[in-house]
């Protein structure tokens, strides 16, 4: 089954007073890459949080964030005394080195001093011990959404991957039937090229003649490369249909297509395979459009 690096979720869930809402997405990305906008002051709820998303997830660029905020009535914020310090002596110190440079800088307000991160953080009360594992609870049913929205957007994506692969297989045979017509059409040139020069030439050998021109017929063979596509195709098919994450082996395949249809391509020798070539490779390229997709 395939699944898709790009998706999204939100879920929102509560505690006696505190509400909290999750807002989860993601884009494609060569590895897991996890960023996190999460409330200061509960301990253990970011490892938690890394965890239950890396053992979920393989591949992506995923953002996560998390709102706490109370119920009507109640108090929303407290004052991080540690932090609050820092912010005011870092602001004491860009004061002193704006005037010393002869810079001269507006004061700052209290909202400036509040909007620091960190300063002003959800008032959660010690007694409210069971909040961490009652959002790390809650994410689990956020990732059973998220991995759902995954695999909605894989399903769309494995009917185009399976359609690309047919029209790769396609032109594949097609080329096949194309390089056994030109090697039927060289035999024939080549046995001319033989009889022109031995009759131009009758002291040549005519043995070492005919070495010469096979090589040249073993140069411009395609079958090799057409068997090799062949397998290639049936790869891909397996590993779509793999319930395992495939999105670096279907590239890494892809790359192999590409890569056979090149030779094929400077080996073509005629225009009808030269033609099948680049449209095989243009068919190759959207394929892998599609797989940097693929987690």
């Known amino acids: 089954m395939i699944r898709s690096m790009t998706a999204f979720a939100s879920r929102r869930g509560d505690l006696d007073a505190i509400v909290w809402d999750w807002d989860l997405r993601s884009v494609n990305g060569r590895g897991l890459d996890l960023r996190l906008r999460l409330p200061e002051g509960i301990e253990g709820l970011e490892a938690g949080v890394r965890a239950a998303l890396s053992a979920r997830l393989s591949r992506g660029s995923v953002s996560l964030a998390l709102r706490l905020s109370r119920g009507a009535g109640e108090g929303g914020l407290a004052i991080d005394e540690a932090q609050l310090?820092?912010?005011l002596h870092a602001l004491e110190h860009v004061q002193q080195r704006?005037?010393?440079?002869?810079v001269t800088l507006g004061q700052a307000t209290a909202a400036d001093v509040l909007a620091q991160r960190g300063v002003a953080v959800?008032?959660?009360?010690?007694?409210?011990?069971?909040?961490?594992?009652?959002?790390?609870?809650?994410?689990?049913?956020?990732?059973d959404d998220f991995m759902a929205a995954r695999e909605g957007e894989g399903a769309a994506l494995e009917t185009l991957l399976a359609n690309q692969i047919a029209s790769i297989e396609s032109l594949v045979e097609e080329s096949q039937r194309l390089a056994q017509a030109r090697r039927d059409e060289s035999r024939g040139e080549l046995r001319a090229a033989l009889r022109r020069v031995a009759e131009a030439m009758p002291e040549m050998d005519e043995a070492r003649l005919a070495q010469e021109l096979a090589l040249i017929a073993v140069r411009s063979d395609v079958t090799e490369e057409i068997d090799r596509l062949r397998a290639h195709v049936a790869q891909a098919r397996e590993l779509v249909?793999?319930?395992?994450?495939?999105?670096?082996?279907?590239?890494f395949l892809a790359q192999e297509l590409n890569r056979e249809a090149n030779t094929l391509l400077s080996k073509s020798g005629s225009s009808g395979l030269s033609r099948i070539g680049l449209d095989l490779k243009a068919a190759i390229d959207q394929m892998r459009e599609q797989v940097q997709n693929v987690e």
Do not use: S
Not at 98 to 102: M, N, Q, R, T
Not at 122 to 143: N, W
């Open 241 to 251: 249909a793999d319930p395992r994450p495939v999105g670096r082996r279907l590239d």
């Open 122 to 143: 959800p008032a959660v009360a010690p007694e409210e011990e069971g909040l961490r594992a009652a959002l790390l609870a809650d994410l689990e049913g956020l990732l």
């Open 98 to 102: 704006a005037f010393a440079l002869g």
């Open 85 to 87: 310090d820092r912010v």
